[in-house]
């Protein structure tokens, strides 16, 4: 595998450059003359895409995703540790905190009462934006649940599937990582640590509010209750609950144990015996969604993988491995660049059956996130080369698909493997990031482990 050791570690170094072009993006501005805006990005602020599209054909991305952006935030933590970053990252991360704090006084109720900014909105675009009512209710806690906001740092005027509550916990796993380094803490102004531990509450309480309410999914697309939130939700309030002890507030940290036991009973209830997979989600409307087989079920794992290690819903699961054979079967059965694939190159994975975003096909954080749950489930494996393979497998074929220059897109064409949809999305390069970290852990202890 030297030749796949090789690419990994140009295109790590690639991946590190091009994602962090996402983060605090201040020398770009966005216009959306349709909707009478023009976007000056904040520091802070971390864009889904740096590049500026308006559907012309690729999609405007320029916006601040509470998920993409925790994701992000956690990848970035990842360069601090090895070394690929300086104390930079502990500025990018100061500056984040603070716009995502910022972000928690936006009152929908302020573009109501003061409407001139609809006639800046273009006629035809009016079907587009929001209704006052949908506005109003943005507020307060519900901010967090808006899915994304404008890098500016404004609610989003656009219509869009909310509420989202992933993107909480999401970004209180991602922080409570940060604060576990003893050197990160250390360095951190005590004005910037008593930001990190405030967001960390902020997002706790909004997770342990919330989590048993429906939502849409990690697509942004059906309204109910799903795989990803719940898990990504256990791990935050577990990862939480562990802080708090550590801090010495017990009755906390128990009632948050509480918590995750309570979802951790409810994610047994989408296994599906006849499907021999987790459900991907339970529309809130009561009829049977045809996305339950979806990649976000084991993308929920790998989010949160430093949360049960072993047992059920985690990487130890043979049921998750069962929902991830289930994965690999589909895929290679529907996506054309499968087929007659090389030895040892692993299926490109896409998000579930009869997708039609874009090309429908593979996408390169679906592909590496099955490579990094094979490296996670290694690590505690008895069968753990097996396991490595796999996972190599997996990025050998985002190898074959990633152009020269290492660019990563959104997807890659099931049928040409031409890349589609947004360009140099930062999700893409985070997920190399973290799955090559999650290959050179299992590496290192294989190596250590004695003959």
């Not at 708090?244 to 209830?269: C, H, K």
Request: with cysteine.
């Amino acid at each position: 595998m030297d030749a796949l050791d090789r690419w990994l570690e140009r295109e790590y170094r690639y991946a590190a450059s091009a994602m962090l072009a996402s983060v605090s993006p201040v020398h770009l501005v966005q216009k959306r003359p349709g909707f009478g805006q023009t976007m000056h990005a904040k520091r802070g602020s971390i864009v889904a895409s740096p590049v500026l599209a308006a559907w012309d054909p690729e999609p405007d991305y320029f916006f601040h995703w509470y998920r993409d952006s925790a994701v992000v935030v956690d990848a970035m933590r990842m360069l601090y540790e090895d070394g690929t970053l300086g104390d930079e990252a502990l500025v990018r991360l100061t500056e984040f905190v603070r716009f995502s704090l910022s972000l928690e006084v936006l009152d929908g109720r302020d573009l109501v009462a003061s409407p001139s900014w609809r006639d800046r909105v273009k006629p035809e675009f009016h079907k587009y934006v929001r209704t006052d009512e949908d506005l109003a209710a943005v507020h307060g806690k519900r901010v967090a649940a808006e899915a994304r906001v404008n890098p500016d740092g404004t609610l989003d005027i656009s219509k869009w599937c909310r509420p989202q509550h992933d993107g909480s916990p999401l970004r209180a796993i991602a922080l409570l990582r940060w604060i576990r380094n003893g050197s990160v803490r250390a360095k951190l102004s005590p004005d910037a640590l008593q930001d990190v531990y405030r967001l960390i509450r902020s997002d706790i309480a909004f997770t342990v509010a919330h989590w048993r309410d429906p939502s849409f999914d990690i697509w942004e697309e059906e309204l109910g209750r799903h795989y990803y939130t719940l898990r990504v939700a256990a791990a935050a309030l577990q990862s939480g609950a562990d802080w708090l002890e550590a801090e010495g507030r017990t009755e906390d940290a128990a009632s948050l144990r509480n918590e995750v036991a309570a979802i951790l009973r409810t994610l047994d209830g989408f296994w599906s015996e006849e499907g021999g997979y987790y459900r991907a989600r339970v529309l809130a409307s009561g009829t049977r969604s045809q996305k339950e087989l979806d990649i976000s079920a084991i993308l929920g794992v790998v989010h949160a993988w430093d949360h049960l290690s072993s047992g059920s819903h985690s990487v130890r699961d043979p049921r998750m491995h069962s929902t991830l054979r289930r994965l690999e079967a589909l895929f290679d059965a529907r996506y054309a660049i499968n087929r007659d694939r090389p030895r040892g190159r692993g299926p490109a994975m896409g998000r579930y059956d009869g997708d039609v975003y874009f090309s429908g096909g593979a996408y390169y954080f679906s592909t590496l996130g099955a490579a990094e749950f094979c490296y996670r489930a290694a690590a505690s494996a008895p069968d753990k080369r097996e396991w490595i393979e796999r996972g190599d497998g997996f990025l050998a074929t985002v190898q074959a698909f990633t152009p020269e220059s290492g660019e990563l897109s959104e997807q890659f064409d099931q049928n040409t493997g031409a890349q589609t949809s947004a360009r140099h999305l930062a999700w893409s390069y985070a997920a190399l990031i973290s799955s090559v970290v999650a290959r050179r852990s299992v590496l290192a202890a294989e190596r250590r482990a004695p003959a």
